[in-house]
């Protein structure tokens, strides 16, 4: 065990990691319970909350992560008085592209009601009136949502912050975790190069390093996979004024693209295993999501202003994972949120809470078909019985 000069500072809950999912949950447990924030980096949101697409899409993803990013939209459009100085959303169309020999495809992603019914079919002109650069050959319409925005991730991700730190909680940045054990009173005890903190609840919300934290606590991984993702800014084809464009998704997944400060976003939406690590975007990546936009538009792409990657990270059946763990009390999974993790903050974070603090789960959550048990991680390890939120002091 290390020896700590500094004297150890007790709280009711840790949460490590203060990207958008341990920032949010800070902030639904801050007024309840002392919160201490601890985050590795010198800057909250560096890793995944900073790259991010940035795209609100309530027909996308599992019915889990449909019914989280429903029951968020009322938060994003209108958040706490003195959240967010700006909206946080802005409305963009999505433009699901069908391509020539795809409609089975189409017919598939049509299958779950809630998309049926928060979808436009368009046909081929249609769709080429909302992005006149696609290839009339490439396509055979589009399925659109006209329930989709562009989300301000930074606004989002600091005014939970502010309201974490207004409520009280302390954010720790700089203080990466280097030990975290079990004391004989019950409480974890969580070691950082700069002190010691202890609590007899600690939040699990560090992102691709998820596993990690888990294992340096001796609890088993749950088979979290961080999975890269490679974006680029590119001019728009001829000098087009691309601002009021939709997001152009492919049917099939293999591309997309979005309107980005007068400039284009374009992915190959490659999902490459990868280490937690601070990830960087590798050049066959960038020349595939290049590749692809050229063939689904036939105009060249003549120059690359920025390249970034990010990690999404997945549980094995791409839910995110939320809740005690079932081998170790007071240890609380809030991890494995994919790419949705920015769209479904505010209402995955109420969940997260009550769950944590042993109440009932907000009604407009239940009468989404949302419920704690699609999220445990005792889906996947059910050993004992959940901890109590009797034990928080």
């Known amino acids: ?17 203060a990207g958008i999912a341990g920032a949010s949950l800070a902030a639904s447990l801050a007024g309840q319970r002392k919160v201490v924030l601890l985050e590795a980096e010198s800057m909250a949101g560096y890793h995944s909350t900073g790259r991010s697409a940035a795209l609100f899409a309530p027909i996308y993803g599992n019915a889990v ?10 938060f994003f459009d209108v958040p706490p008085d003195g959240f967010a100085a700006a909206p946080l959303l802005r409305p963009r169309e999505t433009l699901f592209l069908v391509g020539a020999g795809q409609e089975t495809l189409a017919t598939a992603f049509l299958e779950e009601a809630d998309v049926r019914a928060g979808t436009r079919e368009l046909g081929i002109e249609e769709t080429l009136a909302r992005v006149p650069v ?3 050959e490439r396509i055979a319409g589009a399925l659109m949502d006209p329930g989709s925005a562009d989300i301000e991730v930074d606004l989002l991700h600091q005014g939970f912050l502010r309201q974490a730190r207004a409520q009280g909680a302390e954010l720790r940045l700089d203080e990466q975790l280097v030990g975290l054990e079990r004391q004989g009173n019950g409480d974890w005890l969580a070691h950082t190069a700069v002190g010691s903190y202890s609590a007899p609840i600690v939040v699990n919300a560090a992102g691709a390093w998820a596993d990690s934290v888990a294992q340096i606590a001796g609890i088993a991984p749950l088979s979290l996979q961080p999975l890269r993702r490679t974006a680029a800014l590119i001019d728009a084809p001829g000098g087009a004024d691309c601002r009021n464009w939709p997001a152009v998704v492919t049917i099939d997944e293999s591309h997309y693209f979005k309107p980005d400060a ?9 999902e490459t295993p990868s280490p937690p690590c601070d990830a960087q975007p590798e050049e066959w990546d960038v020349a595939m999501a290049v ?22 990270v997945f549980s094995p059946d791409r839910s995110p994972v939320v809740g005690y763990d079932a081998c170790s009390s007071g240890f609380f999974w809030c991890a494995g949120h994919g790419g949705y993790g920015i769209q ?9 809470a009550a769950v944590l603090l042993g109440q009932a789960l907000p009604a407009e959550l239940q009468a989404l078909g949302i419920s704690a048990a699609a999220l445990s991680p005792q889906r996947f390890i059910r050993s004992i019985a959940p901890f109590h939120a009797e034990h928080i002091h």
């Open 1 to 17: 065990m290390r020896k700590d000069t500094n004297p150890t500072l007790h709280a009711d809950c840790i949460v490590i990691g």
């Open 65 to 74: 992560i449909r019914a989280l990013t429903r029951a968020s939209r009322p």
């Open 134 to 136: 696609l290839s009339r």
């Open 262 to 270: 007068g400039l284009l976003l374009i992915s190959p939406a490659d």
């Open 291 to 312: 590749d692809r936009f050229e063939t689904l538009t036939g105009r060249p792409v003549r120059r690359v202003h920025h390249r970034w990657a990010g990690l999404r």
């Open 344 to 352: 479904t903050a505010p209402a995955l974070a109420r969940l997260a």
